[in-house]
């Protein structure tokens, strides 16, 4: 990642995350950027400005109206300076400021008069990013184009162990450097992405599921959409938030997937199966909650939709990703898997691998495409992964023509 020639505003504000702005500064100095650090009243209590001002090799600035006499008007220079604002972290408080048009601070003032990219990565207690005004906030900025980074899921500063972390340095520099060099070779295609789990009743409180819980399916569409794509996310249950941008299609069980793949299959481009939908549901559902008895309880399960198979038996000259799931002669049944189901790519893993699997921010994967050729990758964070995908896709030679006397 080359940031030559780039021109960087890092916002910080205050929240604890606030010691991992010292590394993002330094990391883009190094790339070659050029950075301005501003710095709320809060977020100077974290981490003081002579630090970030060490790093960034540029006077930080923390003041409106400085004591020094200013040629121009501070807060519209800096924001014709900047290639891109990044604010991390972004409090819950900061971002319903700018959500509400509130300019009371130098950070906040800038960025309402930039009119180029703002990058938001939200840092807060768990039960402060999930409460729905915050949610609400996030989801209005988006629309107007500004971009989050997802948080991560871990243990929180205040002791709580939830969704709240500040996603971590290399992960937003990576990110912002997408965002300033925006590949576009999908421009113009429609993408269809499934991902997470599905759910299959038992009985009025119990389903039957697996652990899938949509990483890889919603890194494939984030990707998708930042190279151009117009993107259709369809997942099953799942606690991770829809990359902005993107039309949400939530679903349940493994027919309602089929359904809405179907549907949006027949405008699309490219169907990337990235979902675990299940293979097996209970024949007999109960509306009610079964009790427990010493004799156990025994189902008859009966075979799902193979919503692959079906799509692919239609697919014309549309582009099909599956992905499959082996313990055992892996490539062999991979490719197996490819042939059967008509599928141009198919990304292979191993959940019983160290970094692999679901649930995991990692993976480590084989594609094979129906031309013969396997690549083998090593571990690497599921948002690289899908950028390779959809590399190896464009390779591969196959544009996306619809044929639409073969829509399903």
């Known amino acids: 990642m080359d940031f030559s020639g780039k021109k960087i505003i890092v916002g910080v504000t205050g929240g604890i995350a606030a010691y991992k702005s010292a590394e993002i500064v330094r990391s883009f100095k190094k790339r070659g950027a050029e950075v301005r650090v501003l710095m709320t009243a809060n977020g100077a209590k974290f981490i003081t400005p002579l630090t970030m001002e060490t790093l960034?090799?540029?006077?930080?600035?923390?003041?409106?109206?400085?004591?020094?006499?200013?040629?121009?008007?501070?807060?519209?220079?800096?924001?014709?300076?900047?290639?891109?604002?990044?604010?991390?972290?972004?409090?819950?408080?900061?971002?319903?400021?700018?959500?509400?048009?509130?300019?009371?601070?130098?950070?906040?003032?800038?960025?309402?008069?930039?009119?180029?990219?703002?990058?938001?990565a939200p840092a807060m207690n768990v039960h402060m990013y999930e409460n729905s005004i915050v949610q609400d906030n996030i989801r209005e900025l988006s629309e107007f184009g500004y971009e989050f980074i997802e948080p991560g899921v871990g243990d929180l500063a205040c002791g709580d162990l939830g969704k709240g972390r500040m996603a971590e340095p290399e992960e937003i520099v990576e990110r912002v450097w997408k965002t300033l060099n925006p590949r576009q070779d999908l421009k113009g295609k429609k993408v269809v992405v499934t991902a997470s789990r599905t759910e299959e009743p038992i009985d009025a409180v119990r389903f039957l599921s697996n652990p899938s819980t949509g990483k890889m399916g919603?890194?494939?569409?984030?990707?998708?959409?930042?190279?151009?794509?117009?993107?259709?996310?369809?997942?099953?249950?799942?606690?991770?938030?829809?990359?902005?941008?993107?039309?949400?299609?939530?679903?349940?069980?493994?027919?309602?997937?089929?359904?809405?793949?179907?549907?949006?299959?027949?405008?699309?481009?490219?169907?990337?199966?990235?979902?675990?939908?299940?293979?097996?549901?209970?024949?007999?559902?109960?509306?009610?909650?079964?009790?427990?008895?010493?004799?156990?309880?025994?189902l008859t399960l009966r075979p799902t939709v193979d919503i692959l198979k079906e799509l692919g038996k239609a697919k014309g000259k549309r582009i099909l990703v599956g992905f499959a799931v082996e313990t055992d002669n892996e490539v062999?049944?991979?490719?197996?898997?490819?042939?059967?189901?008509?599928?141009?790519?198919?990304?292979?893993?191993?959940?019983?691998?160290?970094?692999?699997?679901?649930?995991?921010?990692?993976?480590?994967?084989t594609l094979i495409d129906r031309g013969g050729k396997v690549e083998k990758l090593s571990k690497m964070k599921k948002g690289e992964l899908a950028g390779r995908i959809f590399d190896h896709l464009m390779t591969i030679g196959r544009k996306g023509k619809r044929r639409p006397e073969t829509q399903p």
């Open 332 to 365: 062999a049944n991979a490719k197996k898997k490819l042939k059967s189901k008509n599928l141009d790519l198919i990304v292979l893993n191993n959940p019983l691998r160290a970094g692999a699997g679901f649930g995991t921010d990692t993976n480590i994967a």
């Open 56 to 120: 960034s090799e540029n006077e930080v600035i923390t003041e409106m109206f400085p004591e020094k006499r200013m040629v121009g008007i501070r807060h519209i220079s800096l924001a014709d300076w900047a290639d891109l604002i990044l604010v991390a972290p972004a409090t819950a408080n900061f971002i319903a400021k700018v959500r509400a048009g509130l300019a009371d601070d130098i950070l906040s003032t800038v960025v309402i008069s930039f009119t180029r990219k703002v990058v938001f």
């Open 218 to 298: 919603f890194s494939m569409a984030a990707e998708a959409l930042s190279r151009g794509a117009k993107v259709t996310l369809i997942s099953g249950p799942t606690d991770l938030s829809p990359p902005s941008g993107v039309s949400f299609v939530r679903v349940k069980t493994t027919n309602e997937m089929f359904e809405a793949s179907r549907k949006a299959f027949k405008s699309a481009d490219i169907l990337v199966m990235a979902a675990a939908p299940s293979d097996f549901a209970p024949k007999v559902v109960r509306k009610d909650k079964i009790k427990k008895t010493e004799e156990g309880l025994q």
